[in-house]
Structure formats: C-alpha cells, structure tokens
T-cell receptor
Framework: ETGVTQTPRHLVMGMTNKKSLKCEQH?????MYWYKQSAKKPLELMFV???????ENNSVPSRFSPECPNSSHLFLHLHTLQPEDSALYLC??????????????FGPGTRLTVL | DAKTTQPTSMDCAEGRAANLPCNHS???????VYWYRQIHSQGPQYIIH???NNETNEMASLIITEDRKSSTLILPHATLRDTAVYYC?????????????FGTGTLLAVQP
C-alpha cells in the first residue's frame, strides 16, 4: 500500500464511450503524474501537475484530458479512444521541492482495454 | 530517451545476493541515481536513491562508483517476491517537478 489509490482497477470501453480514471493520494504531496504503459514498452510520462497546475503535457492526444481539482485528486477523462490506447495507466505523486528531488509513489494502475 | 544502460535480464538463486548493474556514463553533477522496481502488472515501487555516496536501506544497497558513471543495486538475500523489472533512472534535482524517464530495465528472475 503506497498511499496512492486508483479507480477503477480495470476498465473496458468502446471507442465512442466517455469514461474517467481517478487517482487519490493520501501522502500530503503537492505534485501528481499520469503515466501510460503499453505492452512491452517503457512507462511514458503523460501529464504532470504541480500545486494543481499543469506543468507538463508530453504531446498527448486531446482525447485524453486531465483534471486536478486539488492536490489530493487527479482525474484522466477519456473520450473517443482508439484500440491502441489500451494500456496500464499509472498515477503517481511526489513532494516537489525547488532544490533536491523526492521520490514518486505510484498507484496500482488502471488496466484499460478499448474495444 | 533513457540516460541509463542496463542488462535486459538476470537470474539469481533464492537466498543469494542479486547485483544489478547500471551504466550512466553521461550523468551530470546535479543528477541523482534512482532505482525503482515493477512487479508484473503493478505500479513501480521506489527502492533507493543516491547522489555520490553509497546508500543502504531496509530493501537494498546502492553502490555508486567514484566517477559516478555506473552503479550497482544490491539485494542482499533475494527472495521469489523480488522477481520484477528493475529500473535505474537518473534524475536532476531542482526544478518544478521530478521527471522520471523509465527505460526498459532489467528483468530479475529469482530462481528457487
């Protein structure tokens, strides 16, 4: 148990559906991240939020829309996805500091299948 | 692109020490060396990190060479539950966020 929870753990959706992934951290951190892990590929950083502001968007298609309403919650809204978007979506959090780095704590992930 | 080089896979006998190497020859002075592991279909788990001194915690030891161009993660008594992909990552300090760039890692298979 890392203090980062994700729901749902598994999701199957059609290409025309709209769904949302939820992440919650109970660690008092001020930064949250979305990663994507496709089969047999390294983790790819998608979005980064620091102090509830998006500070990184790694050329992610607009069919993925993140939302960070507060420092404890992070959402990934999904619409009109493609089958190649099927992957494990991981959320992480950390305590950002201007100097020095801090470790990231990952949730268990949401296994997404797009039909 | 990941800035580290790791072997694709390694085997280790249960109860023996597992020594996982990592090459980071282009590391710069303000970059830390981080190790994470990922058990199949779970989220990555932080193990340890260091800047230039050797580090030890309850999970593992990290040995960094004096020139900082390579490091070794040591699991002193490997168990079957240590079977996972181990990622060595270099990450700069400072800045707004801690960006981790994951490579393909080393698949450690602990054999009974």
């Amino acid at each position: 148990e890392t203090g980062v929870t994700q729901t749902p753990r598994h999701l199957v959706m059609g290409m025309t559906n709209k769904k949302s992934l939820k992440c919650e951290q109970h660690l008092g951190h001020n930064a949250m991240y979305w990663y994507k892990q496709s089969a047999k590929k390294p983790l790819e950083l998608m979005f980064v939020y620091s102090l509830e502001e998006r500070v990184e968007n790694n050329s992610v298609p607009s069919r993925f829309s993140p939302e960070c309403p507060n420092s404890s919650h992070l959402f990934l809204h999904l619409h009109t996805l493609q089958p190649e978007d099927s992957a494990l979506y991981l959320c992480a959090s950390s305590q950002d500091r201007q100097f020095g780095t801090d470790t990231q704590y990952f949730g268990p992930g949401t296994r997404l299948t797009v039909l | 692109d990941a800035k580290t080089t790791q072997p694709t896979s390694m085997d280790c006998a249960e109860g023996r020490a597992a020594n996982l190497p990592c090459n980071h020859s282009t590391i710069s002075g303000n970059e830390y060396v981080y190790w994470y592991r990922q058990i199949h279909s779970q989220g990555p788990q932080y193990i340890i990190h260091g800047l230039k001194n050797n580090e030890t915690n309850e999970m593992a030891s990290l040995i960094i060479t004096e020139d900082r161009k390579s490091s070794t993660l040591i699991l002193p008594h490997a168990t079957l539950r240590d079977t996972a992909v181990y990622y060595c990552i270099v990450s700069p300090k400072g800045g707004a966020t801690n960006k981790l760039i994951f490579g393909t890692g080393t698949l450690l298979a602990v054999q009974p």
